[in-house]
């Protein structure tokens, strides 16, 4: 049985951090995505590791703020959230694709306000 179950979002100033945590059980290693989705915008994906940890991307605006990463033996990552700012206020979602199917989470909230 798959799940797909994130956590650590809340209510931070600008310039506060956050640590987000994604656990996609019941799925061999895979690369991992968070995505994110302000309201009234599309969702977007905001970073992405490879299943072994050793390629990460970003999207520009979070570049130098944001650090993705995750465990070697299992589906678990992390995104460290720093320097936060009000556009990154959104509902952020972790994704998972294993053959063919796409695995999302609830997502967990993060607003970024003062």
């Known amino acids: 049985q798959v799940q797909v179950v994130e956590s650590g979002g809340g209510l931070v100033q600008p310039g506060g951090s956050l640590r987000l945590t994604c656990v996609a059980s019941?799925?061999?290693?895979?690369?991992m995505n968070w995505y994110r989705q302000a309201p009234g915008k599309e969702r977007e994906l905001v970073a992405y590791?490879?299943?072994?940890?050793?390629?990460?991307n970003y999207i520009d605006s979070v570049k130098g703020r944001f650090t993705i990463s995750r465990e070697h033996t299992r589906n678990t990552m992390y995104l460290q959230m720093n320097n936060l700012k009000p556009e990154d206020t959104g509902m952020y979602y972790c994704?998972?694709?294993?053959?063919?199917?796409?695995?999302w989470g609830q997502g967990t909230q993060v607003t970024v306000s003062s």
């Open positions: 019941g799925l061999t290693l895979t690369r």
């Open positions: 994704h998972v694709l294993q053959r063919d199917i796409n695995y």
């Open positions: 590791i490879s299943s072994a940890g050793a390629n990460a």
